[in-house]
């Protein structure tokens, strides 16, 4: 230890603190320590950048392999022609909508322009619990949808009822009295 | 990508610091037994000589707060406002803590920890309010515009992602069932007693799956480092 404090966070706290689970009592306590101690900056340094790297590769090991595409696409024009239907019009996408930490950046949310979308909204970390709603505006602030969150859950799931063209979009949480608190870039391709 | 952490909680800059906002194990009683013996222990040392130095205006005081305090500011504000002007943030973040404790805003010395941490949210709300603010000026100017990259560096990504290799390695060297479990907890957050509950774990199963797996990846990453030092040596 490199300063007068005697004990260190423990393990459970550091993970809680870079997941944004330590409740608003105790969180003063966790980041007083943090300011003056440098191993526990290390290994917190060390946990969100851990974090970071099982979300990339977790994210890449879900993603379809490229052989899979022709055969996909195959399939999709035969129940296209065979039922009459628009294969593509029931797809829904999963998008990940992540607040950084750590100062890492993430790759940017993208999501295929055109298709139904299930969008997963990463509202850990913030010590307010009370979000209350979701919004989604385009690239020059025009609201398109709006949703109601129950608040309670640190990732809600919004399943979009419109479909979007491509370009840049806003998603933003906000919480009961209106205050923005968070905001993510999606881009549409 | 802009975020605005935190944002409800902290408070204008504008309000006088109160350094009542330190939350202390004593007084509010609210910490587990275990948390409480690890989190903001009371200080061992005083701060009352040092902030009444700082009030004299000594110097060296004031090199004594900056050595103390500058890498935990510096790294709070890397974490969440990323490392754009990071030297400049931390100035004035420091000069701002200076002349609020010489103004005598703060009332007791002993609550130093928590008074420099609440001027270093201020200052973190400030600049995502600027930042957000300055967005959208410019989308009201120029359809399309964008927020300044705030956050990581190249560096950063890359250092990530040369770590996301190995996690690939370590994600593919256990079973389809050890890799939901720790996507669960680490890509979606569910919390260790959802995940329990859900895939019929104990707590202790889990704890250790959990290190396993965070030392297979310290392994891995050491001897990936091994071998980059190797290679660098026959260069
Ligand atoms: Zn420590």
């Known amino acids: 230890m490199t300063n007068n404090y005697s004990h260190c966070l423990t393990d459970t706290q550091l993970e809680d603190y870079a997941f944004g689970r330590v409740s608003p009592e105790a969180v003063a306590d966790v980041e007083e320590h943090l300011l003056v101690c440098s191993d526990c900056q290390d290994r917190l340094q060390a946990e969100e950048e851990y974090i970071a790297a099982f979300r ?34 029931t797809k829904v ?29 990463d509202l850990a970390g913030l010590e307010s619990r009370n979000t209350a709603r979701l919004q989604i505006v385009n690239a020059t602030g025009a609201p398109l949808a709006e949703t109601r969150l129950d608040g309670t859950s640190v990732a809600p799931m919004w399943t979009l009822n419109r479909k979007l063209g491509a370009g840049t979009y806003w998603v933003r949480a906000y919480d009961s009295g209106g205050k923005q608190l968070r905001e993510f870039k999606l881009d549409v391709e | 990508m802009p975020e605005a952490s935190e944002w409800s909680v902290v408070e204008t800059p504008e309000q006088p610091v109160d350094e009542t906002e330190s939350s202390n194990s004593e007084q509010n009683g ?5 948390e409480a013996a690890a989190a903001g222990s009371p200080p061992a040392r ?64 002993e609550k130093l920890m928590g008074f420099v941490r609440t001027v270093v949210r201020r200052q973190v709300a400030a600049y995502i309010d600027d930042a957000v603010h300055t967005r959208r000026d410019f989308t009201d100017l120029e359809v399309g515009g964008r927020v300044p990259d ?7 990504r890359a250092m990530v992602d040369e770590k996301a290799e190995i996690m690939t390695k370590v994600l593919g060297g256990i079973s389809r069932r050890d890799r939901e479990i720790l ?50 040596r026959k260069v």
């Open chain 1, 56 to 89: 990339v590769a977790a994210r890449t090991a879900q993603r379809p392999v490229q052989w899979y595409k022709p055969l996909a696409a195959a399939a999709c024009l035969v129940m296209a022609v065979g039922l009459w239907l628009p294969f593509s019009s």
């Open chain 1, 93 to 121: 996408d999963s998008v990940d909508l992540r607040a950084e930490r750590g100062g890492v950046l993430a790759p940017a949310a993208t999501a295929v322009a055109g298709h139904k979308l299930e969008l997963r909204v």
């Open chain 2, 30 to 34: 609210k910490l587990g037994a275990d």
């Open chain 2, 46 to 109: 005083s701060w009352t000589p040092l902030v009444e130095q700082i009030r004299a205006g000594n110097s060296e005081a004031m090199t004594e707060l900056y050595r103390t305090f500058s890498r935990g500011i510096r790294y709070y504000l890397c974490r969440q406002l990323g490392s754009q002007d990071l030297e400049d943030k931390l100035h004035d973040t420091f000069l701002i803590v200076v002349q609020a404790i010489q103004r005598d805003e703060l009332r007791d010395p």
């Open chain 2, 150 to 156: 705030i956050r990581g560096n190249p560096e950063q």
């Open chain 2, 183 to 232: 996507t669960r907890f680490y890509l979606y957050e569910q919390t260790q007693e959802q995940i329990c509950e859900e895939m019929a774990l104990t707590e202790t199963q889990f704890r250790l799956l959990k290190s396993r797996a965070k030392a297979r990846f310290g392994e891995m990453g050491k001897r990936k480092l091994e071998r980059g030092r190797i290679l660098l």
